[in-house]
């Protein structure tokens, strides 16, 4: 393709999210992310990928904001030796996002990818729910454990992933307004869900 193709996916936890954003990046013939992009935080921050998932939901509002308003560029000044060791990953995180959307089409999955991207015009941005019925059961199945275990890693997920997102951005985590498209993982499955995806994103992407 002519251009770069940027598509964020968030998700919802037992929705299928992840593995329909590795069906989508497949047909379209372009990179994936989502734990990938830790290896690539940790080459360039040098910290390990370990201590960088550990950290990756806890900066602070004023960071992230200075991130996604194009500020990152103090990272080489006074002000970034000061700065915890969780902000600094949150600081590689996010220059790795913007690096990757300026380099290459990719398909990038959850740390608020849309946010940060949200003043590039070749971003189209989705979010994958599901019924919390389905999910607990895609929980508990996958992981072996019971539906009561599956019910509360949901819930918690869910709140974890909300308040990181509602309180880092402008926007509400899952609301359709957030994103340019909103879609049940569950109504089909992964591989027709991955291409209704990839034919809305061509006609708005207009390739």
Known sequence: MSK?????IGRELGSGGREIGKIVAEKLDIAYYDKELLSIVAKESGFCEEFIEQH?????????????????????????????LEQKV??????????????????IVGRCA????????????VFIHAPKEYRVAKVAANNNISVNEATDIVNKTDKK???????????KWGASASYNMC????????EQI????????????NI
């Open 4 to 8: 770069n193709i940027i598509i964020t």
């Open 114 to 125: 849309d946010y940060a991207l949200e003043e590039k015009e070749n971003v189209f941005s």
């Open 56 to 84: 990756e939901e806890a900066p602070t509002k004023s960071f992230i904001y200075s991130l996604v308003m194009g500020m990152s560029g103090y990272a080489n000044g006074t002000a970034y030796n000061n700065i915890p």
């Open 161 to 171: 992933r909300a308040s990181y997102y509602n309180y880092y951005t402008n926007k």
């Open 194 to 205: 991955a291409d209704i995806i990839v034919d809305v994103a061509k006609k708005y992407f």
């Open 90 to 107: 949150f600081l590689a995180q996010f220059d790795a996002i913007k690096k990757l959307a300026d380099e290459q089409s990719c398909v």
């Open 183 to 190: 879609i049940d993982g569950s109504i089909l499955d992964k």
